[in-house]
């Protein structure tokens, strides 16, 4: 017999009790996936959130590059991604190997890596960024040239933000692209009172016409503080969830109903009690890469604290 949502619930948080295990979801988790996380937030709170968490167990309702972030800060952990399939296609589109030999064309560039890559890709890379972070960390660096890697679209986004020379490496998210200019135009005509705000994924010219671009966790604090009573809402469709829970008075309008990440939807209820039950699947990264890593994500650590 199949157990209702409600029992699913329970199972998960008892046994999440008895296994001294916090679950941390990224801010486009199905709905039931936030509503019994210990935590929800976007990739540069949740890496902070791990670092900082004293359970056992961390099981990381995200895709594949945020658990493994979770991984390299916190290596003695168990860190589990209840579906091995959820990976990144962004965080595809760049290997270690393209990446060095890309660093031997341009032999005085700093490698800035978006977080959302592999381990092996950092370990290649100077400093991990966030899309919260990247434009202070772009800034902070001493040197002219960055070569970006793996969104071009953020980088392009830093590009307009910094006067240092971007080289973009040629990935996207095939989520936010479905995003196009003539559904904010569209949306703005219909609710002149709203703002736009999109995440720095999206197209460049979808940037152009948005009111503020920010990271999701940025969304979520705007939302809360912004006087204004309607957003459209430039990212992947999950986000939609936490703000109407968190701001019951106010109107929030996806920028487009296609943007939805696949990938993150693949974590469910049964996946997240299965992966405590069987405590699988694991994700760790071999120390070599792990620390050469984690050098880069610390860098980006730092600079945030700074
Ligand atoms: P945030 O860091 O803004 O949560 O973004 C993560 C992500 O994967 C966006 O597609
Ligand atoms: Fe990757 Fe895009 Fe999904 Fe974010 S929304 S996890 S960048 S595919």
Not at 37 to 63: H, M, N, P, R
Not at 79 to 91: E, T
Request: glycine share 6%; aromatic share 4%; hydrophobic share 40%.
């Amino acid at each position: 017999m199949e157990s209702s949502d409600a029992e699913l619930k329970e199972k998960i948080i008892s046994l999440k009790k008895r296994k001294s295990a916090v679950i941390l979801a990224h801010n486009y988790q199905l709905g039931e996936i936030q509503d019994i996380a210990d935590f929800v937030g976007d990739s540069l709170e949740l890496s902070q959130k791990a670092a900082k968490t004293e359970a056992e167990v961390i099981v990381f309702c995200g895709v594949h590059f945020m658990a493994e972030t979770a991984s390299i800060l916190c290596p003695d952990k168990v860190v589990l991604l209840p579906d091995r399939h959820a990976g990144c296609p962004m965080a595809d589109m760049i290997t270690a190997e393209g990446l060095r030999e890309r660093k031997r064309e341009l032999p005085g560039a700093i490698v800035v890596c978006y977080v959302n890559s592999s381990a092996a890709v950092k370990a290649e890379s100077d400093v991990c960024c966030t899309s919260a972070n990247a434009v202070k960390v772009v800034d902070s660096l001493d040197a002219e040239e960055v070569l970006f890697v793996p969104d071009q679209y953020l980088g392009d986004y830093v590009s307009t933000q910094t006067d240092k020379r971007i080289i973009p490496w040629p990935g996207f998210c095939p989520t936010h692209i479905r995003i196009q200019p003539q559904d904010i135009s569209r949306l703005k005509a219909e609710h002149p009172q709203a703002k736009a705000v999109v995440h720095p994924e999206c197209r460049p010219e979808v940037i152009a016409l948005a009111d503020e671009v920010m990271s999701t966790g940025g969304m979520i604090r705007f939302a809360r503080e912004t006087g204004q009573e309607e957003m459209i809402v430039g990212t992947e469709i999950g986000i939609i969830h936490r703000l109407r829970k968190e701001n019951p008075g106010k109107k929030f309008i996806p920028a487009s109903e296609q943007a939805i990440c696949p990938r993150m939807k693949l974590i469910t209820l049964e996946s997240v009690l299965w992966s405590l039950q069987e405590m699988t699947p694991e994700v760790r990264v071999p120390e070599g890469i792990r620390l050469e890593a984690k050098a880069a994500v610390d860098k980006m650590l730092e600079i945030g604290r700074g």
